[in-house]
């Protein structure tokens, strides 16, 4: 089974700019997590979505950073414009929906490290 | 939202059992306690989650107390491929949705292991 892919591994962009993050949850997740730890500090929550729905987007630091799942699949996370303070490693979960054990495991994928410059 | 207290860091050798200690004194009823391993430059990995009494699964133990207020990770005969974080967090499945409510995170234990 593949896991949660998260693309690009590593940007670099100079404050002003806009960068897209993409996660592709492991086939048939519903549940989508964002979640970022930026230098220094704790693992902080972003949002979370069922399917295409945002269950909770009360992490989402401000109106700068926009996240979508179109279609319930992938979702992207866009800052625009990029500040300093938004350099960290942003991490996408999934985990499946409903009960039994699956529902409340959530799987990571390896992070997006992102610079601002 | 339950908050979590873990010790900072740990030290440990090949071969011995490593015991880690989470505090959750305000947990909630619906509320599992789930551990995770997180390596340098990668994603949390799950390793065990458990609600009340012992879970054992091929890589660890989960000892939760009757007051469930506190958990311990046991990981036997650790190796130096265990030297990692660990954190362990504490929430509720969604009725609605059937996800998690948000985790949170907190600083976790560093566990380095020694030759």
């Known amino acids: 089974e593949a896991g949660v892919t998260q693309f690009p591994s590593h940007s670099v962009i100079e404050k002003g700019q806009t960068v897209t993050l993409r996660c592709d949850p492991i086939s048939g997740h519903d549940n989508l997590y964002w979640y970022r730890r930026v230098m220094g500090k704790e693992i902080k929550f972003l949002l979370h979505?069922?399917?295409?729905?945002?269950?909770?987007e009360s992490g989402m630091p401000n109106n700068r950073f926009l996240a979508e799942r179109t279609g319930g699949t992938y979702s992207t996370l866009k800052v625009q414009p990029a500040e300093l303070e938004d350099s960290g490693v942003y991490f996408c979960a999934s985990s499946q929906v409903g009960g039994g054990p699956g529902a409340n495991v959530l799987t990571f994928g390896a992070g997006s490290r992102l610079t601002v410059l | 939202l339950a908050k979590t207290t873990q010790p900072i860091s740990m030290d440990s050798y090949e071969g011995q059992e490593v015991n880690i200690t989470c505090s959750h004194n305000?947990?909630?009823?619906?509320?599992?306690i789930t551990w995770y391993q997180q390596f340098p430059s990668q994603g949390p990995r799950f390793i065990i989650q458990g609600y009340k009494t012992k879970v054992t699964n091929e890589v660890a133990s989960l000892f939760i107390p009757a007051d469930r207020k506190s958990s311990t990770l046991s990981l036997p005969r650790v190796s130096l491929s265990d030297t990692a974080v660990y954190y362990c967090l504490v929430g509720a499945l969604s009725l609605i949705s059937g996800g998690y409510n948000k985790l949170i995170f907190g600083a976790g234990t560093r566990l380095a292991v020694h030759p």
């Open positions: 979505f069922v399917k295409e729905s945002k269950q909770d």
């Open positions: 305000n947990i909630a009823t619906n509320d599992y």
